[in-house]
């Protein structure tokens, strides 16, 4: 199963853009990657999903390289209500990691 | 349309004793999966139901079982509480098993051991 690695947490201000990396460097040809966002005391939320290239969604945008052994969550002008915790899961969406920290400060 | 619900919302029990935790899934979703969610950590997987049955058990002891209902819902059923058992427990339902299709995760049942 493919190890996931982000950063521990990230600090940004209200308005800016903020990118979100994650290294899998031994995915799997059939593994879609996933990220998930987490507020204090509920249930992960389901932000994208993509295989290669770049998704967009209302919320966010996934860029995934050719070699796919990293993908980077982009959020667009972010606001306070962005601070979260923003997990990367690649393959089976079961296995989460200790996520990213994301706290936007005004 | 409601979302994913679970009972109790909070839940405090002694050491040794035995707990219920209840999911009903998002309407048409027949997969529910069970997560243990320590303070400050990711959630950890314990059990996947698709159609009545176990299709993924986590690396938990077998103190921890469930179960899903014709209607879909489940229950996470542990026995003999340990302090360490205290967490969030969350439950995700999907529309079909496949592991890589998006969950919806329900608010949660934080449990206390004392």
């Known amino acids: 199963l493919a190890k996931t690695t982000q950063p521990i947490s990230m600090d940004s201000y209200e308005g800016q853009e903020v990118n979100i990396t994650c290294s899998h460097n031994n995915i799997a040809t059939n593994d879609y990657i996933t990220w998930y966002q987490q507020f204090p005391s509920q249930g992960p939320r389901f932000i994208i999903q993509g295989y290669k290239t770049k998704v967009t969604n209302e919320v966010a945008s996934l860029f995934i390289p050719a070699d796919r052994k990293s993908s980077t969550l982009s959020l667009p002008r972010v606001s306070l209500s962005d601070t979260a915790v923003y997990y990367c899961?690649?393959?089976?969406?079961?296995?989460f990691g200790t996520g990213t920290r994301l706290k936007v400060l005004a | 349309d409601a979302g994913v619900t679970q009972s109790p919302t909070h839940l405090i029990k002694t050491r040794g004793q035995h707990v219920t935790l209840r999911c009903s899934p998002i309407?048409?979703?027949?997969?529910v999966s069970w997560y243990q969610q320590v303070l400050g950590q990711g959630p950890q997987f314990i059990f996947q139901y698709y159609e009545k049955e176990e299709r993924g058990r986590g690396n938990f002891p077998d103190r921890f079982s469930a179960r899903q209902f014709p209607n879909y819902s489940s229950e996470l059923n542990v026995n003999a509480l340990l302090l360490g058992d205290s967490a969030l427990y969350l439950c995700a339902s999907s529309l079909l098993r496949l592991a890589d299709y998006e969950q919806y995760f329900g608010p949660g049942t934080r449990l206390t051991v004392t």
């Open positions: 899961l690649v393959g089976p969406q079961y296995i």
């Open positions: 309407s048409g979703h027949k997969s």
